[in-house]
């Protein structure tokens, strides 16, 4: 077998043996959030200011993980059911990224580098805030696409959105959580593998010229990552491995990757222009691409290419 294939094999399979247990748990936690934590009710234990229901929705992924293909119909079902727009818009681009398992993921893939771990929430944050904070103040209803009523049961296809109906119980319910968790599993690890295949590929036969003319400059490396993570559709729980192989790139560039990927891709595009109105969907595919493109620019402007673990072999002590 030639060299080439052997090393091709050899980095996708590495990625996908690396990520893949973040993503099984990520899956698991999140089947276990949709059997167990609907929407009903969660709106009494929010706080009454505006800021404090941005702030909740931003933080609420640390306790309701939910991977960014389920996160749309799960939103929509907040609106229904009374959670005030400003904590659902900003859990919806938050919690892919806040929430202990893809934090984790990304403090492994990076080798205990706290400065992406830290980057990647300033990427997710500011856009929940500022996109929040504007289009919180209108109702549920004008948020919505015309015509889109707020009781109709809506899913992602992948198993994330079990829809209406009863709960069931006992072993009914784990038989439930675990098919739930088996389908999400099966549907994201597609696109692991994919995303996987790409980052091998890109690595093993493009001329290394080529990467290396990207990845000398910010100004291109930056915004070239930012498209690939639109493209490879990486789940969040998964990400940050794809994105710590591309080792030549500058850290801001690897950041712009899994800064992206959880609000923008393939997948949440054609769910962003169905289901919300046309200013919010444009806004949607807008203010998360402009925000993190200026986080990784101000990333690399401080810290440069390396991070908090410059200098540190394998990562901060």
């Known amino acids: 077998m030639p060299a080439e294939l052997v090393l091709f094999a050899t980095i996708a399979t590495a990625i996908v043996i690396e990520a893949a247990p973040f993503l099984l748990l990520g899956c698991l936690l999140s089947a276990v959030f949709e059997h167990c934590a609907p929407a009903e009710g969660l709106e009494r234990y929010l706080p009454r200011s505006a800021a404090g229901q941005v702030a909740a929705g931003c933080l609420a992924g640390v306790l309701l993980p939910t991977c960014e293909c389920g996160v749309v119909p799960v939103v929509r079902r907040f609106l229904a059911k009374g959670v005030p727009p400003r904590t659902a818009l900003a859990f919806m681009l938050a919690a892919p990224v806040a929430n202990p398992v893809v934090l984790a993921s990304t403090w492994v893939a990076f080798r205990g580098d706290l400065s992406m771990v830290l980057g990647r929430l300033a990427c997710v944050l500011l856009p929940a805030v ?12 004008g948020l919505l696409r015309h015509g889109l009523d707020l009781d ?29 968790a088996g389908a999400e599993f099966l549907h994201m690890g597609a696109f692991l593998i994919a995303g996987s295949l790409a980052a091998a590929a890109i690595k093993t036969f493009l001329p290394a010229s080529w990467l290396a003319a990207v990845a000398a400059s910010p100004l291109l490396a930056i915004p070239a990552m930012m498209l690939l993570a639109v493209l490879l559709s990486v789940c969040s729980e998964a990400d940050a491995f794809v994105a710590a192989s591309f080792a030549t790139f500058p850290a801001a560039a690897r950041l712009a990757f899994i800064g992206l990927g959880p609000m923008l891709d393939l997948k949440l595009i054609p769910l962003y222009l169905a289901v919300f109105s046309p200013r919010l969907a ?17 990333f690399h402007l401080l810290l440069g290419s390396g991070g908090l673990s410059a200098g540190w072999p394998g990562g901060l002590p």
């Open 152 to 180: 109709l049961a809506m899913g992602c296809g992948c198993g994330c959105d079990a829809g209406s109906g009863a709960k069931p119980r006992g072993l009914a319910a784990i038989r439930s959580i675990l098919s739930g």
């Open 282 to 298: 444009k806004a949607l595919l807008l203010v998360p691409a402009l925000a993190v493109l200026a986080v990784c620019l101000l």
């Open 130 to 141: 500022l996109l929040g904070a504007h289009f919180g103040r209108r109702p549920a209803r």
